[in-house]
């Protein structure tokens, strides 16, 4: 009976080990543009449009990649404001942004903080002024790690545990995958129940206010699960 190792060795050399997923970068933090502090270090959102996260994701296509530009109310865990794009080009991340921003209902957004990484789509000019011109503060991770911006990794996750590894193949179009992520979104706010949401949707949070009650206890370990 081989060892692991040696196992793997044998299925390698012979062709049976399954490829790894493609990966790509969606961050380019190595530019002239200012970053912004972190503003949100402990701070619990209590009521809508108060913290907003962004983040950029790539989805497979036979022909390569395309980007998923997202803003989601960290509050409500609704997705606010969505592009599914060719490129990760700052026109499509504020094409997002615009959507969260004609929802929100109001031009002046004074008190709530956009929160992102320091990629130069959310660095760059154009972005921070639409920003200030509607009274956003601006929030930035301070390091490149999933939990500097967890809620909109989590809403990344999802998308893609839920809505895309379950297919069988890759879409064909960026057109299939749009039409296929346009339903995914609108199912995710308005009939996908959270635990974090005391089992209740994005949508029906979104026109609430207060603390919302967590379906599940921090687990308490025996000394003797410690040790294991």
Not at 196 to 203: A, K, N, V
Not at 217 to 228: D, G, H, M, P, S
Request: hydrophobic content about 30%; some cysteine; aromatic content about 10%.
């Amino acid at each position: 009976m081989p060892g692991r190792d040696s196992f793997l060795h044998m299925l390698r050399r012979h062709g049976l080990m399954q490829k790894p997923r493609r990966s790509r970068s969606t961050t380019n933090s190595n530019h002239r543009f200012h970053k912004w502090k972190n503003l949100i270090k402990g701070f619990i959102p209590t009521h809508p449009n108060e913290l907003w996260v962004s983040d950029i994701t790539y989805i497979d296509l036979d022909s390569g990649f395309c980007y998923l530009h997202l803003v989601t109310d960290a509050y409500s865990k609704k997705i606010v404001g969505w592009c599914l794009a060719e490129s990760l080009a700052t026109v499509y991340t504020l094409k997002a942004l615009r959507m969260a921003i004609s929802q929100a209902g109001s031009s002046d957004l004074s008190g709530l903080i956009h929160h992102s990484d320091r990629g130069v789509q959310y660095c760059c000019d154009l972005y921070v002024e639409e920003l200030q011109k509607h009274n956003i503060l601006i929030s930035m991770t301070e390091d490149y790690k999933p939990t500097d911006n967890a809620i909109a990794e989590r809403v990344n996750g999802i998308i893609k545990n839920e809505s895309i590894y379950q297919r069988k193949k890759r879409f064909a179009t960026i057109k299939e995958a749009r039409e296929h992520i346009g339903r995914f979104i609108d199912f995710y706010n308005n009939r996908r129940p959270h635990m974090s949401l005391g089992y209740q949707t994005p949508e029906a949070v979104h026109r609430q206010s207060g603390e919302q009650k967590r379906m599940w206890k921090t687990k308490i370990y025996t000394k003797n699960e410690v040790r294991l």
